[in-house]
């Protein structure tokens, strides 16, 4: 488990050098750790290294690590798709969801989040390669979507995540996550207070970076390889 520790740390030196590089304001990229298929141990080791923010993608796998733990700084995040049929369990648990990109499910998770919890934070997944496999919605969509989100009073919404395809070239990397980040410049110009690109992972970091990501979300290189999904 110090290896958890130790990678945490090479990460966040990867993470300011990217910063440095790509000209955005130091300590403007935050770190979700992507905790999918991990054991409590596994957190535990990386929450006494200082990270709190955590990502999960099973609900059930996570619903038995978020009643293990108890930090009084830990803050989870649902990354995965979410079922109309769980959204009331997903807006009891987390204090964001990254994954929102069907009305139904909006309109669920605002009508389940507890009232003596704050909203639920929120972003809207948008699948900007436009791969039929892929979750989200697409970038023409949003303006319609945003709006209707922003009339719930129990969702806060806070911006835009992305998956995108699978690509090992930099540029290619690059120009999805920039059309993510435009995207959310152009809500920006209608109004919209967003302050949340959630977008990169292990492999896509420092292009995700390059283009304005403000949460990058990294599993591998905190926790090593994962043997499942
Ligand atoms: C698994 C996962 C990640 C993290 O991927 P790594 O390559 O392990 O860094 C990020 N985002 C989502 C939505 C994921 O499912």
Redesign the pocket.
């Known amino acids: 488990m110090e290896n958890v520790a130790l990678r945490l740390q090479q990460l966040c030196e990867r993470i300011n050098i990217a910063e440095k590089k790509y000209g955005r304001t130091p300590g403007s990229v935050g770190l979700l750790a992507?905790s999918?298929t991990r054991g409590v141990d596994e957190i535990s080791a990386a929450l006494a290294a200082g990270q709190y923010d955590f990502?999960e993608?099973y609900l059930q796998e996570a619903l038995a690590k978020i009643s293990a733990l108890n930090h009084p700084r830990l803050v989870w995040h649902f990354?995965?798709p979410v079922q109309s049929n769980k959204a009331r369990v997903i807006a009891e648990n987390f204090a964001w969801v990254?994954?929102v990109d069907r009305l139904k499910i909006a309109q669920r998770l605002d009508g389940m989040r507890p009232d003596n919890l704050p909203p639920l934070n929120v972003c809207i997944q948008v699948n900007i390669s436009g791969e039929a496999s892929k979750s989200g919605i697409v970038p023409g969509e949003l303006p319609g979507f945003a709006a209707e989100i922003q009339a719930m009073p129990r969702l806060c919404l806070r911006g835009l995540m992305t998956?995108p395809a699978l690509s090992t070239d930099f540029h290619q990397q690059r120009r999805s996550f920039r059309e993510l980040r435009q995207c959310m410049e152009q809500l920006q110009a209608q109004g919209y207070r967003l302050d949340t690109l959630s977008m990169g992972?292990?492999?896509d970091m420092e292009a995700a970076i390059a283009e304005g990501a403000t949460l990058v979300?990294?599993?591998?290189?905190i926790f090593g390889p994962?043997s499942v999904?």
């Open positions: 992507v999918k990502g993608n990354i995965g990254h994954s998956m992972t292990t492999g979300r990294i599993g591998t290189a994962r999904s």
